[in-house]
């Protein structure tokens, strides 16, 4: 009897050691939580460990993709076996970005990682907006701003295309969450020539957020004459509807970038003789091409008409606030 009694305590004993074994060959627990006070370039980051029995570790990673790039410093959970919560401080933020974090426990049986979560860093939004009210030495910069939810500072930066050297007066905005127009007024520019500007805001941290690099261009004080070209397709048309294309293109001074010179609108006329007969105003494209169709359902003259009729064709550029008005050369069709 008491050597059964020995030897059942032997196997009680061999087993609760073979517990123990399987318990601390089990990986720490890693739960990522939620991020809280969230600000313009911090944010702290929640989670919970279970060690499991065995020492374990943690540290928080972080950064604007699922490949991290930020480890946050190795911290103790302990040697237990019931989770507990554990924070981080991420720091040296960018504001207005959206990160990834995930929590990562490590013990001698093993690192386990917890799941992707993501935060975004409070920011106003800023957003640049066109010049106006241009001139040939003023221009008044225009934009917009959703503080969302905090005082914010903002300005603009400015300077001759290709540099930002100089920057309006700081003003501010008081907290709220709707979108406010903003605009700044600058005098003593040169005549045609480029700038570059863009609104700039922060909620007073030192980070600041950019809205996009815009470009103006004060107005000439005499305007250059472009190069106007057209040509009108088909030569000569036969039968009715008789259909006519008038491609042509403008081109500015070889200084002036396409945005300004690329503008405007052009008229195009068909007359007979001295009649006009068709007049269309057409815009000018961004890539400085225009184009036109005229359509003619009978011919001009009627049916006395001598076939075939010439046509005379008159393309005017009319101008615009950077280049003065000039025609293309007449161009001729037949029709019948």
Known sequence: MRRKLQLLAGIVAAGGMLAGVALAAAPPTAVTGNATSVKDTSAVLHGTVNPNGAATTYYFQWGTTTSYGTNGPTKSAGSGTKSQSVQQTAGNLKPGTTYHYRLVATSKSGTTMGADH????????????????????TATLTGTINPNGKKTTW???WGKSGSFTQQTKAQTLAAGSTSQTVTATLTGLQPATVYQYRLVASHGSGATIDGSTELLMTYPTVRPYPTVTAKTKPHHRRHLPA?????????????????FACMGKVRIKFFKGHQRLRSKLVPVQSNCTFSARTVFGHFPGGSSATLPEHLRITIRFRGTSYLAPKRARTEHVLLG
């Open 243 to 259: 259909v006519f294309t008038t491609k042509g293109t403008i081109t500015g001074p070889s200084w002036m970038p396409d945005q």
């Open 118 to 137: 993501t935060f975004t860093t409070t920011a106003p939004t800023v957003s640049t907006g066109p010049a106006t009210q241009l001139s040939t030495s």
């Open 155 to 157: 300005y603009f930066q």
